[in-house]
């Protein structure tokens, strides 16, 4: 990837592309300076959000105790009561959540990822009907939010997303790209009270205060982040200059300041205005010229319009062949109509029949084949899992071409003459595109592809029943499939085992719908709450596991990082300087153990830390040879209070006595030695080097880490430093673990199952190596619903297919 950030002129006027001319200036921006950048305006934020969050949390608190004391019912006060103890009780676990949604941000914004809905963009169409009354409440108390932050911010705001932009190779940054935007601390929020038993009258209430308490002071968030950047010379000169009938501001150099003049005259900006309208005219011709824009509010939709018309266009293609002389029937099993059609010519279901004598069927003739084509699968696939009654089993996939073969045989059957429109043909075509993509989905298991190829006629029965299938992302029967595909994908592995009998389920809504779907689409929504409610409460279980595999590794870790830290004092002391067996043995395991307690328990700015510190320093000095009278006087003052000292370490980390003697009266001998002016025998290499590997070890050093790095794998390390949260890893024969956590100090990643179980805290360097020995890679996976990636993925084919038919057409 080209890693220069090209600043470039900006006229004011969306849409509008900057002339040549206009380009400042490229400046260099390497990896590793973007990756400093990034990782500092995520510690202003996340510091903004520390600092803001708790009295944002407090007076809602407040706020709900206020209401409780006036409330009509003590049924009504009682539960604002243990609302109020609740939030009370999970601040600092909301806190925390919060501040990490923010740092993810920054993370998703790096790999370009970031793309978070505004509040208008999660509801639309006649979905609405579906959608939680609380759900759309929280919506509509968020956009309001947004609105006002952005135009209240919209000078500092337009700033930072220019001085954004050079980190993202130049590419333009808005709301929801943006990781400092108003929106994005919104969603944070909307988060942490997902997972929070709190009704929405009491969420309206928190969402008026955080737009008070925290919304309302981003400016000051936005004030250190331009200034952070301003420092590192990212557009220092910057100016916000509203043009005239637009919304946008003009991006401009101080000419005194720099280098660098604006040229363009009213008529050229004027001109630009005009481009941009005809550039932003239509969606679906962008999306057909490559200019794929994945920020477009209607984006969906557009690509469907493109999808359609490269339908068309590849139907119109067709006479063109089929004079060079192809011809074919989905019938004979081959591609479907609009591969084999000119435009508006039926196709029939027996090959060579007249035009004059084809009996074109309708859509409700149509509808009528294919509940026909939905019993026969009910029963081919009960037939296929009737020794099976449970678990993830292997049935025969059901194939778009099986599908298209037997429709067109069932209306020969009926019908000799019996046609169907070209315009159904595309319909029939789109569907079995989807079932298409599905089928050669990588993340999706073998087994839930089976599953859910039998839905194939369902979903073509639904496009014809319900012509607004395909042009509603929020229909029922699609945000089902996306469900169903989501849940395979999350709790369904390869090896063909599944966690909370999701197979089961998957099953069962599969079979239901192919069983009980005649002509009524509200199967769908019914089918769609009830296994969503069940997803959900899995979800659920699996994060409560999740959680508390995360703080038992948190507390494993926060001793590892202990016993790091104490293995760096002892060894910064021992390393490069001879010493004997015994006191080796003492420093690296008695003593080690009781500056881990002692750190775990009072932290490094305690007195107790400084004096077990000292007694290291104190124990070295004494061992040494004295010379002078001074020094012999000294160490006889200093070897009882501190042999008591290490009498106490031993019995506070309950150390065997007799070993704990036997180091103690080592220790004596030694120091008459040093008394005498005598210089003690050092412990011999080998017995150093296993002592010295074992106590690195215990600390939590791998052998592994402390072989010499390559640059490959510093590279990937640094890499891994920027996975998110939730990124899933696969390993050697299928295995898939997610990513729950990071500690950045002892660079470990916490690995969990499909059911949320801790597997491991793996080294960031293991990882590493794994990775380029292809025993583990990241999983790409996507945000996007199934439904979305499918449609591009079709809108790609078609392309290719619009090709393929030209090159034809040409030869």
């Not at 737009?211 to 100016?239: F, H, K, S, T």
């Amino acid at each position: 990837m080209d890693k220069y950030g090209t600043i470039m002129q900006n006229s004011g006027l969306p849409g509008a592309d900057a002339p040549k001319s206009s380009q400042y200036s490229t400046v260099a921006m390497s990896e590793q300076l973007t990756i400093e950048y990034l990782k500092h305006c995520r510690d202003l934020t996340r510091g903004f959000a520390y600092r803001v969050f708790p009295n944002f949390w407090r007076e809602w608190c407040k706020q709900i105790l206020e209401v409780a004391e006036q409330a009509k019912s003590n049924k009504d006060q009682v539960a604002l009561y243990e609302i109020q103890n609740l939030l009370n009780a999970v601040q600092q676990a909301a806190e925390q959540e919060f501040c990490q949604h923010l740092a993810n941000g920054y993370v998703k914004f790096k790999n370009k990822s970031l793309n978070t809905l505004t509040g208008e963009e999660r509801f639309s169409g006649d979905i609405l009907s579906l959608v939680e009354h609380s759900d759309l409440e929280e919506t509509i108390a968020i956009t309001s939010i947004t609105h006002r932050a952005d135009n209240f911010f919209a000078e500092n705001l337009w700033a930072l997303q220019q001085r954004l932009a050079l980190l993202n190779d130049g590419e333009k940054i808005d709301e929801r790209t943006n990781p400092a935007s108003p929106v994005q601390f919104c969603e944070a929020l909307r988060k942490v009270l997902t997972n929070l038993d709190v009704d929405v009258k009491t969420k309206i209430i928190g969402y008026k205060l955080f737009d008070q308490d925290v919304i309302g002071v981003l400016g000051e968030l936005y004030d250190e982040l331009n200034d952070y950047l301003i420092r590192q010379n990212l557009l220092p000169n910057l100016r916000f200059v509203v043009a005239q009938e637009k919304s946008e501001p003009v991006r401009e150099e101080a000419i005194q300041d720099g280098p660098f003049e604006q040229h363009q005259t009213e008529s050229e900006l004027q001109q630009q205005a005009l481009d941009a309208q005809q550039h932003q005219r239509r969606a679906s011709d962008k999306l057909l010229s490559g200019a794929l824009n994945p920020n477009d509010i209607q984006y969906q939709n557009s690509l469907l319009n493109a999808i359609r018309l490269l339908q068309t266009h590849v139907t119109q293609l067709m006479p063109a062949i089929q004079a060079s002389g192809f011809t074919g029937t989905i019938a004979q099993g081959g591609a479907p109509a609009a591969n084999s059609a000119p435009a508006n010519a039926p196709v029939a279901a027996t090959p060579n029949t007249p035009p004059a004598q084809l009996q074109v069927y309708n859509s409700n003739q149509l509808v009528g084949v294919l509940e026909q084509m939905q019993g026969q699968a009910y029963h081919l696939s009960q037939q296929a899992l009737a020794d099976h009654d449970s678990g993830p089993v292997a049935i025969p996939v059901q194939t778009v071409a099986d599908v298209s073969r037997q429709m067109m045989q069932q209306i020969a059957s009926e019908n000799v003459n019996g046609a169907v429109e070209a315009s159904d043909m595309q319909t029939i075509d789109l569907v079995g595109m989807l079932f298409e993509y599905m089928l050669s989905d990588d993340h999706l298991p073998d087994s839930v592809k089976a599953l859910l190829s039998y839905l194939h006629t369902p979903f073509l029965k639904i496009a014809f029943i319900d012509k607004g299938f395909f042009e509603q992302p929020e229909h029922p029967a699609r945000v089902l499939l996306n469900s169903l595909a989501e849940a395979g994908v999350r709790w369904v592995s390869n090896d063909g085992s599944d966690q909370y009998d999701i197979f089961t389920k998957i099953k069962t809504t599969v079979f239901r719908l192919l069983h009980e779907f005649k002509n009524d689409v509200r199967i769908f929504a019914e089918l769609l709450i009830e296994f969503n409610a069940y997803t959900n409460n899995v979800a659920r279980r699996q994060e409560l596991m999740e959680r508390r595999a995360l703080e038992k590794a948190q507390g494993e870790e926060k001793l590892r990082e202990a016993k790091l830290q104490v293995n760096h004092e002892v060894r910064s002391r021992t390393d490069n300087r001879e010493m004997p067996s015994a006191i080796l043995l003492l420093l690296l395991q008695p003593w080690s153990d009781y500056l881990s307690f002692v750190l775990l328990r009072y932290g490094d700015k305690s007195e107790s830390w400084a004096r077990a510190l000292k007694a290291i320093d104190d124990l070295l000095w004494s061992l040494e040879p004295k010379t002078t009278q001074q020094d012999k006087v000294a160490q006889m003052e200093l070897q009882e209070p501190l042999r008591a000292l290490l009498e106490r370490g031993f019995e506070t980390i309950g150390y065997e006595q007799a070993k704990g003697r036997k180091l103690l009266d080592a220790v004596a001998s030694l120091q008459r030695m040093a008394l005498l002016s005598r210089k003690a025998e050092p412990a011999p290499a080998p017995m150093r080097s296993k002592l010295e590997l074992l106590a690195a070890e215990k600390a939590g050093h791998s052998s592994a880490q402390q072989q010499p790095v390559s640059t490959e794998e510093a590279k990937i390390v640094d890499s891994l430093k920027m996975v998110e949260f939730g990124t899933w890893f696969e390993f050697g024969g299928g295995k898939r673990l997610k990513v729950a956590w990071y500690n950045k100090k002892t660079q470990h990643y916490m690995l969990v199952d499909q059911q949320g179980r801790k597997v491991s805290l793996a080294a960031g360097l293991q990882l590493a190596r794994d990775m380029i020995a292809g025993r583990a890679k990241i999983i790409a996976g996507s945000t996007k619903p199934f439904f979305e990636r499918a449609l591009e993925n079709i809108y790609h084919t078609l392309n290719e297919r619009a090709d393929n038919l030209k090159t034809g057409a040409v030869s």
